[in-house]
């Protein structure tokens, strides 16, 4: 069987109901897994007017009621909404809402009452004018889903990374790049790049300072957690390699083809590379989850919210991918 993609739809002010709705518009989707809205039907239909689509949709309110028929999207509908919500304003309705919808996949995940989750944009600021306080998305999972060990993993175009450390300023992470953290982080990249396929998988490990240190006459990172880290990993028999000079480890990965994941240290780090060459099509994953999210590498795209001009290339690849790792497990 097709496996079931839970697709939530985000902050409803901004272009995630719109980018949802071009995506399955596309009948390759439906060949590849059974798409299971989580949201508002009436923000759905509302958005699939504005992009000009003639999707019908259908409210159910438990998975076994899912038809999963083209051109009939089945919306599990928590009816949060008001259809009048405006475009492109901070809303705590729309953070609360969005929220909600995550919290819902999470559940039917978790219950395996759906194979993956999908997720569309939410907008940080409205999620916590709505009273919940995280940085974003995988903070939120890892704690409904009472995850400690996660990571980040984006792909796109040639690249695929994953994160030490992600929503923190630079300062404090730098103070969080312990052996430890970079050792499960290697072990969560090879388990994320087996599930695409790359077997056995070949990891680097980027440098955290300029020349990945220079012997520790740029920083002493390298040699008291990260040396150590990729030695442990090389040991329990991963395929590392590290640390590799940050200014050449995406060009190696990517262009020469030599490393199939890069475990990087910092947000910025890995995102810069992965959005320079894979910007249109980036998809987010949360890697170390009991079960598999994927979801758009941007936010919620207020600049084009109610006009009908967003990408939604994003969107698709992350529906895509998700349904690709199901599939596989």
Same mark, same amino acid.
Do not use: W
């Given at each position: 069987?097709?496996?079931?993609?839970?697709?939530?739809?985000?902050?409803? +002010?901004?272009?995630?109901?719109? /980018?949802?709705?071009?995506?399955l518009?596309?009948?390759?989707?439906?060949?590849?897994?059974?798409?299971?809205?989580?949201?508002? =039907?009436?923000?759905?239909? =509302?958005?699939?007017?504005?992009?000009?689509i003639?999707l019908?949709?259908?409210?159910?309110?438990?998975?076994?009621?899912a038809?999963?028929?083209?051109?009939?999207?089945d919306?599990?509908?928590?009816?949060?909404?008001? #259809?009048?919500?405006?475009?492109? &304003?901070?809303?705590?309705?729309?953070?609360?809402?969005?929220?909600?919808?995550?919290?819902?996949?999470?559940?039917?995940?978790?219950?395996?009452?759906?194979?993956?989750?999908?997720?569309?944009?939410l907008?940080?600021?409205?999620?916590?004018?709505?009273?919940?306080?995280?940085?974003g998305h +995988?903070e939120i999972?890892?704690?409904?889903? @009472?995850?400690?060990?996660?990571?980040?993993?984006?792909?796109?175009?040639?690249?695929?990374?994953?994160?030490?450390?992600?929503?923190?300023? /630079?300062?404090?992470?730098?103070?969080? /790049?312990? &052996?430890? =953290?970079?050792?499960?982080?290697i072990?969560?990249?090879?388990?994320?790049?087996?599930?695409?396929?790359?077997?056995?998988?070949?990891?680097?490990?980027?440098?955290? @300072?300029?020349?990945?240190g220079?012997?520790?006459?740029?920083?002493?990172?390298?040699?008291?957690?990260?040396?150590?880290?990729?030695?442990?990993? &090389?040991?329990?028999?991963?395929?590392?390699?590290?640390?590799?000079?940050?200014?050449?480890?995406?060009?190696?990965?990517?262009?020469?083809?030599?490393?199939? /994941?890069?475990?990087?240290?910092?947000?910025?780090?890995?995102?810069?590379?992965?959005? #320079?060459?894979?910007?249109?099509?980036?998809?987010?994953?949360?890697?170390?989850?009991?079960?598999?999210?994927?979801?758009?590498?941007?936010? +919620?795209?207020?600049?084009?919210?109610?006009?009908?001009?967003?990408?939604?290339?994003?969107?698709?690849?992350?529906?895509?991918?998700?349904? &690709?790792?199901?599939?596989?497990k």
């Amino acid at each position: 069987m097709k496996p079931i993609i839970g697709i939530t739809i985000g902050d409803a +002010t901004g272009a995630g109901p719109e /980018i949802i709705v071009k995506s399955l518009e596309d009948k390759g989707v439906y060949d590849v897994c059974r798409p299971l809205i989580i949201g508002d =039907r009436g923000i759905m239909e =509302r958005a699939a007017g504005i992009v000009n689509i003639p999707l019908k949709f259908r409210s159910i309110q438990k998975v076994s009621e899912a038809e999963y028929a083209y051109g009939v999207v089945d919306v599990l509908d928590l009816k949060n909404l008001p #259809v009048d919500l405006p475009f492109a &304003k901070v809303d705590a309705r729309a953070g609360k809402a969005a929220y909600e919808y995550v919290a819902k996949g999470i559940e039917l995940a978790m219950n395996k009452e759906i194979d993956a989750i999908a997720t569309g944009p939410l907008h940080k600021e409205a999620l916590n004018a709505a009273g919940y306080h995280y940085p974003g998305h +995988t903070e939120i999972l890892g704690t409904l889903s @009472n995850t400690k060990d996660y990571a980040m993993m984006l792909t796109g175009g040639p690249l695929r990374v994953i994160h030490v450390t992600t929503h923190v300023s /630079i300062r404090k992470a730098c103070d969080l /790049i312990k &052996k430890e =953290r970079v050792l499960r982080v290697i072990k969560l990249a090879d388990q994320a790049a087996r599930q695409l396929g790359f077997v056995p998988p070949r990891i680097a490990v980027a440098g955290l @300072n300029p020349h990945a240190g220079e012997g520790g006459l740029f920083g002493s990172e390298e040699i008291d957690e990260i040396i150590p880290a990729v030695e442990e990993a &090389k040991k329990l028999g991963y395929n590392v390699t590290g640390p590799v000079a940050p200014d050449t480890v995406f060009h190696r990965a990517a262009i020469k083809g030599h490393f199939d /994941i890069v475990v990087v240290m910092y947000h910025d780090q890995g995102h810069i590379p992965l959005k #320079v060459l894979g910007f249109e099509e980036g998809v987010n994953v949360t890697v170390g989850l009991p079960f598999i999210r994927t979801s758009v590498d941007h936010g +919620t795209v207020f600049g084009k919210a109610g006009k009908g001009t967003a990408d939604s290339r994003s969107m698709s690849e992350a529906i895509y991918l998700a349904a &690709k790792m199901a599939s596989q497990k």
